[in-house]
């Protein structure tokens, strides 16, 4: 090994690259909460509200984290030991056909949204086009089989609604890569950066991705727990009994629910069960949005895609989750 090459080594050995510092903060809060929330407790005494939002939080961050774990070592495996290049080939050129593969794909990876934003920027780090690891990204939470299997669980009365989120969710993630594909603009994502350490072995350039990957996406995780967690608590318990009744402010109210309450894509469906009071295709909205677009997922996809990306990309995918759960339920449900 030549002596440069050895001293540079040695150098990022001792000094790695600087890491953001609002993630570390934030991750920290996190460790704080759920390490003190039994003293939080015990501070807030009778505040039934309070322990409430602190049981929530520390919910959503402990249901995440796993999953999170899970695609940041996906994300570090891709960036270390899979070829520069290599997924990118292995996908059709053409971003139509490519868009379809990714969506198949995506029922591999069995995690919930939190794991596949990291995997969907390694992917772009990587050379895969956008609209390809875009569909990646909402695929992967929505149609692979342990979701499938939990929905069959958790609707044992009607297991056409397995059949029906598989198509809306798939439809749902194709459609919006096409979108990207014919509307989208290179200034409104900002790519992450491959992490490459010149003359270092592969197991250190995976080590350092995945400590960069879990500080930066557990921090923005964080955030969102903390929105949902709020919004939790603050939603009225009375509600739905006065929207219902309606066929479509139903399927909204419980799209805007999906966005809220940030349920884990393995979950929703016990979730989303135990609403006795709304139609199959209100409840269909819930599982299609949710692992699509809430809280702790728009908050991941700013810290990962930039905040440009995620004030129109969000926005979008809910507006098109909600027309594809109407449709699929109308026909399937």
């Known amino acids: ?123 772009i780090a990587d050379g895969v086009s956008s609209p390809a690891a875009l569909t990646f990204l909402l695929s992967a939470p929505a149609v692979n089989p342990v979701v499938l299997v939990a929905t069959a669980v958790a609707f044992p009365q009607a297991p056409g609604i397995v059949l029906a989120r598989f198509v809306a969710s798939l439809a749902l993630a194709m459609v919006m890569g096409w979108l990207w594909s014919r509307f989208g603009r290179p200034e409104w994502l900002r790519p992450p950066r491959r992490i490459h350490i010149e003359g270092g072995s592969r197991w250190q350039n995976f080590r350092l991705t995945a400590q ?73 909205a819930f599982m299609v949005v949710g692992p699509a677009v809430d809280l702790k997922l728009i908050a991941m996809q700013a810290g990962t895609f930039g905040r440009r990306f995620a004030v129109r990309f969000a926005p979008a995918t809910f507006a098109a989750a909600i027309a594809l759960s109407l449709l699929v339920g109308g026909l399937l449900l």
């Open 1 to 123: 090994m030549p002596a440069d090459v050895a001293r540079r080594q040695r150098e990022l050995q001792r000094n790695p690259p600087p890491l953001p510092a609002a993630p570390f903060l934030l991750v920290g809060l996190g460790v704080a909460a759920l390490i003190g929330q039994f003293a939080f407790e015990v501070l807030v005494g009778t505040n039934e509200a309070m322990q409430t939002w602190s049981t929530i939080f520390v919910a959503i961050v402990l249901q995440a984290i796993p999953f999170l774990v899970l695609g940041v070592v996906l994300s570090a495996a891709i960036s270390a030991f899979v070829p520069e290049g290599a997924i990118n080939r292995a996908l059709p050129r053409r971003p139509a056909l490519a868009v379809p593969v990714a969506g198949l794909a995506g029922a591999a990876l069995p995690g919930c949204e939190c794991a596949s934003v990291p995997v969907a920027g390694r992917m």
């Open 212 to 284: 960069h990957d879990f500080l930066q996406a557990g921090g923005f995780l964080v955030v969102g727990a903390l929105f949902a967690a709020t919004l939790n608590v603050a939603v009225d318990p009375n509600w739905s009994s006065a929207v219902a009744g309606d066929p479509v402010v139903s399927v909204l109210v419980l799209g805007l629910l999906a966005v809220l309450l940030a349920v884990c894509s393995e979950a929703d469906a016990f979730v989303v069960a135990s609403l006795t009071g709304f139609s199959m295709t209100a409840k269909l």
